[in-house]
């Protein structure tokens, strides 16, 4: 490996962090939260990958295109969501949607 | 004898708890014949007693209390002290339940008012009849009870329950001190039983006697009504004539003085407790009269009297002569309670009203009210060869002799008392039965039939105990001698009959004075008779000691007792409870901020919690 | 060398990831993404995963990107001053807890005995063997998940 792990680990963590910085700050855009998670997943994949090099086995590349699959078939639904939802209240705010409280 | 005692107390006891069980059911007169008649089987039972009597006749009833050390049977004494004050308690009360069944014929809460009144005859009886301290205390405040429970007992008025509850806590005040003497006693002594507690005074130091005759003084004080402790009697007179008749004339207001006879033997080992107690009558005495003097209303101007005459008996309890003041204690309560009754029958003559400068002319009225009445008010005043004269001579001249500068202070303030005692009580019977003649109710023939006996016996009751330069000497006296302890000083037959004759002298003074002021009519001149005496706000008011104690102890327990209320019960206890009410309503509402549906709030709460836990899984790796 | 140019792609992901968080218009953050994206996969290449590569640069930067731009087009979000920008409230629990799982993190990794293993780099076939080999229900199951995604993005998004 041309990098110890700890590098690969060290720069998935921050880009993690990131991602859930993102999420946090941004949490009443929905489109802005869903970008959010697109970075930590994104992170989670260059861990497995990193893992897989180290190691020198292919589950963590298997797993990381796992992640990529799934990634895709969520954020098609979820975007179908906040379509659906603009277009009942026209908003991307999830403050406006609090029916569900107590 | 046993049997006798027991019956003495049995029956009254029982008519009181038939009354109160059944008395609402059956008829009037029936639940009254029971009332009645129950007093006057008592009396048959201390007639018979007295005359079985032979010494001293101690008896244990059964077992009350025993525990530990303690030990206080339900015994009972009978000497001769006690026979002759249970005889005129039961002879007395026995008149004055005749009288109230006519008194209060139309009242409709009769039941009640015959069963207190039995049961304030049983608790005097038991009072008199005690020989262990428990039970004379029981008998004590036995009688307060029901003295509280019939001045308040048209309670519907409001001004009637306080005079009540005046007197009970006055009373209780006094009750106080002579609950510790009981204590202290039993500390001493490791008995409770009067009897053995009278022979062991030579045992403790002097001291410890004062302070324990002091107690049981500040008992005695309360119950009749002395001062400091004297404000309640005047009000008391809110409650029906008949009660305040036997209560506070003859019964009730005794039992102090009787209590300090009985302890005489023990409370006479010290020098200074006599004498305090012959201050204290004597300063009340005359503080009474100089008040009676100004009083408007008739009851009021008895209530005074009964306050004057006590202190004259405490004067003579204080002299140590037990025999004068067992004497006047008999004479007075028959003339008192024959002056209450007959103030009754005046009162219901005028329509219930009691200022007596609204009556008058009463003689031509009511004749057969008038004689029994003038007959008490000529002992009250001591004219001469009256009983009253008789009495209140020979507390006098136990005075006389005691010698010394503070008794011959007292005899003259005593002999001034006596004077202004002659002086407001013709002007009592000046005002209420002189004038002319006017238009008033009738008053039930029953009523003043009873007033007839008390008179006679009022009248001729100097013959208990005549002066001994008559011949023999006098049958109370004789009766007595074996109690008391301390024999008084027997005067010699000059100075008896001098200072008779000067107090004589001084009933007829204070008679000529009282016709000359009020005599014929003449207060009708004028506003309100004379301005200086009448109306003078200082003597009517009581020397304004209501105030005086209104100032010095009921502002400031008003004070604290409002900000215990106010300031520590309902602003600390009941607000911090409060407020943990609200707190955890805060707590809880504020808690439920948290569930507003709103995903950007879970989100943050989310990934807090996730970020506690790698928190967490970081530390548990690096230790 | 590789290392110096894992070490500038790596500058490149960060600052393009924050350029991406911190833009508030939606259509900038996305093309910024879309870079870290590409610099990303580069990085999968060099360390032995070209095939993750290509996937992250077709099916992420090509497919999802777009969808977002999509629907960001068709809901006409495109206007920053008409959204609800993130104030104080939103920045301070942010940067705090950020902060912490930063730090908890890079004390986990350095914790850790560094062991460098020089392993043989992972071919294509023995990639291909493993998927469908040992996980190859994973696979049938991703798939059937895709399908679901489809049909539910049908429904959720017709016209009634």
């Known amino acids: 490996m041309i990098v110890p792990l700890a590098h690969v680990l060290i720069l998935s963590a921050l880009i993690f962090t990131m991602g859930m910085f993102c999420l946090l700050v ?60 603009h277009r009942r209240k026209k908003s991307v705010n999830s403050d406006d949607y609090s029916t569900l409280q107590e | ?116 009144l039995n049961l304030f005859v049983f608790a005097m009886l038991l009072l008199l009849l005690a020989d262990s301290l428990p039970l004379l205390f029981l008998g004590w405040e036995g009688v307060g009870f029901c003295s509280y429970a019939l001045i308040g007992f048209w309670y519907e008025d409001e001004a009637n329950a306080t005079a009540g509850r005046k007197a009970f806590i006055v009373t209780r ?45 500040g008992g005695a004080i309360g119950k009749s009504a002395q001062m400091p402790l004297m404000v309640w009697l005047p009000d008391a007179m809110a409650g029906p004539t008949p009660v305040s008749a036997l209560i506070h004339a003859a019964t009730m207001v005794i039992a102090g003085v009787y209590l300090l006879g009985r302890f005489f033997p023990f409370i006479g080992i010290s020098p200074v407790v006599p004498a305090v107690i012959a201050c204290i009558g004597t300063a009340t005495a005359f503080y009474a009269a100089t008040c009676a003097l100004a009083q408007c209303d008739l009851k009021r101007i008895l209530a005074y009297s009964t306050m004057s005459q006590i202190g004259f008996m405490m004067l003579g309890v204080g002299s140590g002569a037990i025999t004068a003041a067992t004497f006047h204690l008999l004479v007075h309560a028959f003339f008192k309670a024959l002056l209450f009754m007959g103030a009754g029958c005046v009162i219901a003559a005028m329509g219930h009203e009691q200022d007596i400068f609204k009556m008058g002319g009463l003689r031509r009225n009511l004749p057969r009210t008038f004689w029994p009445f003038l007959a008490g008010a000529i002992c009250l005043a001591g004219l001469p060869l009256t009983g009253g004269f008789f009495s209140k001579d020979s507390i006098l001249v136990a005075v006389y002799l005691k010698g010394g500068p503070l008794y011959s202070a007292l005899f003259a303030l005593a002999e001034f008392t006596a004077l202004l005692t002659a002086i407001y009580t013709f002007r009592m019977v000046y005002v209420v039965f002189g004038g002319e003649r006017r238009e008033v109710h009738t008053v039930p023939r029953f009523m003043e039939i009873t007033l007839l006996p008390l008179a006679m016996l009022a009248l001729f009751g100097g013959i208990i105990n005549l002066p001994e330069y008559l011949g023999r000497p006098g049958w109370l006296a004789g009766l007595l001698a074996p109690l008391t302890g301390i024999e008084g000083v027997k005067p010699g037959n000059g100075t008896e009959v001098i200072l008779q004759i000067v107090a004589g002298a001084i009933a007829l003074l204070g008679l000529a004075i009282a016709h000359t002021r009020y005599g014929g009519g003449r207060w009708r001149t004028g506003e309100r008779g004379l301005p200086a005496l009448e109306c003078n706000a200082f003597f009517r008011e009581g020397w304004y000691f209501d105030r005086l104690y209104r100032f010095l102890f009921i502002r400031p327990y008003d004070a604290v007792s409002r900000f215990l209320w106010a300031g520590v019960d309902e602003g600390v206890f009941n607000n911090s409870v409060d407020a943990l009410g609200n707190v955890t309503g805060i707590a809880g509402r504020s808690l439920g901020k948290w569930t507003n549906g709103r995903v950007s709030l879970y989100l943050a709460s989310f990934v807090g919690g996730a970020v506690l836990l790698l928190v967490y899984f970081a530390w548990i790796i690096i230790s | 060398m590789e290392q110096v140019v894992f070490y500038i792609l790596a500058a490149v992901v960060l600052i393009a990831t924050l350029f991406s968080i911190t833009e508030k218009h939606a259509v900038h953050a996305i093309i910024y993404l879309a870079t870290s994206f590409f610099a990303l996969a580069v990085i999968f290449y060099l360390l032995n995963a070209p095939l993750v590569a290509v996937f992250e640069v077709i099916i992420y930067a090509g497919a999802i990107m777009v969808l977002f731009l999509f629907v960001i087009m068709m809901l006409d979000l495109g206007h920053p001053e008409k959204l609800l920008l993130p104030g104080m409230r939103d920045w301070g629990p942010a940067l705090l807890l950020g902060l912490v799982t930063l730090g908890a993190f890079v004390t986990l990794v350095l914790h850790q005995p560094s062991l460098s293993l020089n392993a043989n780099p992972v071919t294509i076939r023995y990639f291909a063997g493993v998927m469908f080999g040992k996980y190859g229900v994973a696979v049938e199951i991703v798939s059937m998940q895709l399908l679901f995604a489809l049909v539910g993005a049908l429904y959720l998004g017709r016209r009634k």
Request: proline share 2%; glycine share 6%.
């Open chain 2, 173 to 217: 005040v006094g009750d106080v001190a002579f609950g510790v003497a009981i204590f202290w006693m039993f500390r001493l002594f490791g008995t409770v039983s009067i009897s053995e507690i009278n022979l062991m005074g030579h045992l403790i130091p002097v001291c410890t006697v004062t302070v324990l005759g002091l107690l049981l003084l």
């Open chain 1, 26 to 85: 941004w949490r009443r855009n929905i489109i802005m939260m869903l970008i959010g998670i697109e970075i930590m997943l994104n992170a989670v994949i260059l861990a497995f990958v990193g893992g897989a090099a180290h190691w020198g086995t292919a589950d963590g590349q298997v797993f990381a295109l796992f992640i990529i699959a799934m990634t895709s078939a969520e954020v098609s639904l979820a975007l179908a969501l906040v379509v659906y939802l």
């Open chain 2, 1 to 116: 004898m046993k049997l006798y005692l027991t019956l003495i107390l049995m029956f009254p006891l029982l008519g009181a708890i038939l009354n109160a069980l059944v008395g609402m059911r059956l008829s009037r007169p029936l639940s009254q014949a029971i009332a009645c008649g129950s007093v006057w089987a008592s009396f048959a039972c201390s007639a018979a007693a007295f005359f079985a009597l032979q010494g001293t006749a101690r008896t244990e009833l059964f077992r009350w209390l025993s525990a530990f050390d303690l030990n206080a049977p339900v015994s009972l004494c009978f000497d001769s002290l006690s026979a002759v004050i249970c005889l005129m308690v039961t002879f007395v009360s026995g008149m004055i339940h005749l009288y109230s069944t006519a008194y209060m014929a139309e009242d409709k809460d009769y039941v009640r008012f015959f069963m207190l």
